[in-house]
């Protein structure tokens, strides 16, 4: 892939689902979140895929900055990569995915779960509705 932004949200989804695959093939289960992460930098490099790890994204209130999130992956500017190694996803792994949207005015978060030896994931889409006028 090109590590400028181009390329679509789908293809660059495709792109960290196969890296994860990878990531999930050599390391297996049982590490912490933090090993996956940066496993994962490591092959998204690897294929030429421009990714920021532990990225601020400031929440704000009326033009003031109240408080920040800060989003495991942002790759190629585009796309929201959130890692796990839970049991199952639950509702509030996806909460968070949204309100990461939200925060930084992405559309498409990618939550992924370490937690087997197949990795799991899910693509969430934020769309936001026109403000009337």
């Known amino acids: ?11 660059i989804t495709e792109a960290v689902i196969g890296a994860a695959f990878e990531v999930a093939n050599v390391l297996g289960a049982g590490f912490l979140e933090k090993v996956y992460e ?3 930098m490591r092959e998204l490099g690897l294929r030429g895929v421009r990714a920021k790890s532990q ?32 049991e199952c996803f639950a509702n509030e792994h996806l909460a968070q995915c949204i309100n990461y949207l939200k925060a930084s005015g992405l559309r498409v978060a990618l939550l992924l779960n370490f937690q087997r030896s197949k990795v799991a994931w899910k693509r969430v889409v934020f769309d936001r509705e026109p403000v009337p006028e």
């Open 38 to 40: 940066r496993a994962l």
């Open 55 to 86: 990225v601020a994204l400031p929440v704000r209130y009326k033009g003031q900055c109240i408080g920040e999130y800060v989003a495991d992956l942002i790759v190629q500017d585009r796309v929201i990569v959130e890692l796990k190694c839970v």
């Open 1 to 11: 892939m090109d590590t400028d932004t181009h390329g679509s949200e789908s293809e």
